[in-house]
């Protein structure tokens, strides 16, 4: 086997890929990509043969890489099958290899390759693999330092999670991703009963199709007692599943609450605002809190750390936007996101009037949120929103006289970002916050 050296020379560099111009047709851009940064290669959506695959394999400058991207290249378990015998990616410390084709029998060499043992991330989502590749991963001898793994949006189900669950890489392992993987809730309790991977801080379980039964099960889990951050998007975990998982000492450490879709009601809200929990970020749009829900977080034990909050499509109305305003336990929030809440001017000013949301510097509003120019002079003159970095009124009714408020403020200084796209403005309207001289700051500018 030819062994992999250093081509540290720029010269040299430069020379190799001019003498494999012809049979390589990769090689102009390979060469393009890797000229500022030799230890990157990113061929992202570039569409890829098996001859490209085994090109890039026995291309000699790739042996100082660290870094390859070959995302939606349509790689399948053939063209992967060359490059984890190449002697040339032996430095590896992540690849990404999303939105292809890769099987179990890929997956099967890739977790039975040397070559691959310096590797710390891998991304294998949004392809073919099954159970069987997942268990032929979680027996790999030689991935040994992996700590980042993406292995979503692959149907893995009940036997893959279970074998994944006693890998070797699992003890040392510190970002899991398994979104989409169709293990339910009897998939997520063997995990759950069975892993140990207490440096494993961040688990994304999104749309598994677990309940309250899976939850119950999650929340026991003495092997997971580092996670700080937790996906459980799209899951119907509702209220019940909501109360296992915060009365869990095991999930203790939890800073990141991701329940976007959730089933959850008010009730949940209170449940949260009575447990321990430290969250720096919670994430609850698009369920049933109310303006009840909204009044309960604000009474969360730890509430002044949340950093971000997402209570969109919550039905909210201008009594919730009202309760948030007066809520001096969020003193502390930077993100806040109110999306589809039929807030109206009313709970708009309520925002503007706050005396606590004054270290607010993402705000966003759009859609179904019945803001007009009232409630856009509000933000305009808001001394609590000064230090607005994002503002997104997208999906509004402000009007050019909403825009024109906009435009002429005084206090909207530090605004970076500014989305008011769909909100009926004519030229008028467009010219005012495009030619203005207050919006210094200013960079990224939304009307169409």
Not at 49 to 57: I, S
């Amino acid at each position: 086997m030819v062994q992999p050296k250093d081509i540290d020379n720029s010269l040299e560099f430069l020379r190799w890929f001019e003498r494999y111009t012809e049979p390589y047709h990769l090689a102009d851009r390979a060469y393009e990509a890797m000229e500022k940064d030799r230890t990157r290669l990113d061929l992202n959506s570039v569409e890829l043969t098996h001859a490209d695959f085994k090109a890039l394999a026995q291309m000699e400058p790739l042996a100082q890489l660290k870094h390859l991207s070959l995302s939606h290249t349509r790689m399948d378990n053939e063209g992967l099958s060359f490059l984890v015998a190449s002697s040339f990616l032996s430095r590896l410390e992540s690849i990404d290899i999303r939105g292809n084709n890769v099987g179990d029998e890929g997956l099967f060499f890739l977790a039975r390759s040397p070559v691959f043992s310096n590797l710390e991330e891998l991304d294998a989502s949004e392809n073919e693999i099954g159970a069987i590749g997942c268990k032929a991963l979680a027996a790999s001898q030689s991935l040994t330092k992996l700590k980042k793994l993406n292995l979503s949006h692959n149907r893995l189900e009940l036997f893959g999670v279970k074998a994944l669950a006693k890998a070797g890489f699992m003890k040392n392992l510190k970002c899991l991703r398994l979104a989409d993987t169709s293990m339910g809730d009897d998939g997520v309790a063997a995990f759950a009963g069975s892993v140990d991977a207490l440096k494993l801080e961040t688990l994304d379980l999104t749309g598994n199709g677990i309940t309250a039964r899976g939850m119950a099960a999650l929340a026991e889990s003495e092997g997971l007692g580092g996670v700080r951050s937790l996906c459980l998007d799209d899951n119907h975990i509702g209220d019940e599943g909501l109360s296992s998982l915060v009365e869990a000492r095991a999930l203790g450490k939890i800073e990141e609450l991701y329940l976007q879709c959730a089933d959850l009601t008010a009730d949940s809200a209170i449940k949260l605002a009575g447990s321990s929990l430290e969250l720096k970020v919670l994430v609850v749009s698009n369920n049933d809190l109310r303006k009840e829900g909204a009044r309960a977080l604000g009474k969360m034990m730890a509430s002044q750390l949340l950093i971000r909050l997402d209570l969109s499509e919550n039905g909210l109305g201008p009594e919730g936007a009202r309760a948030l305003a007066e809520c001096p336990a969020f003193s502390n929030l930077k993100i806040l996101h109110l999306c589809s809440n039929n807030l109206t001017d009313e709970g708009v000013i309520a925002l503007a009037e706050s005396k606590t949301l004054t270290q607010l510097e993402e705000l966003v509003l759009d859609c179904d949120n019945w803001i007009h120019a009232e409630g856009a002079r509000a933000i305009a003159e808001s001394e609590a929103l000064a230090g607005l970095k994002i503002l997104t009124l997208a999906l509004n009714r402000i009007g050019d006289e909403g825009a024109i408020h906009l435009a002429n403020s005084r206090k909207l200084s530090s605004l970076i970002s500014l989305n008011v796209a769909g909100n009926g403005l004519s030229p008028l309207g467009d010219t005012a916050l495009g030619e203005s001289e207050m919006l210094t700051n200013l960079k990224n500018l939304e009307i169409v």
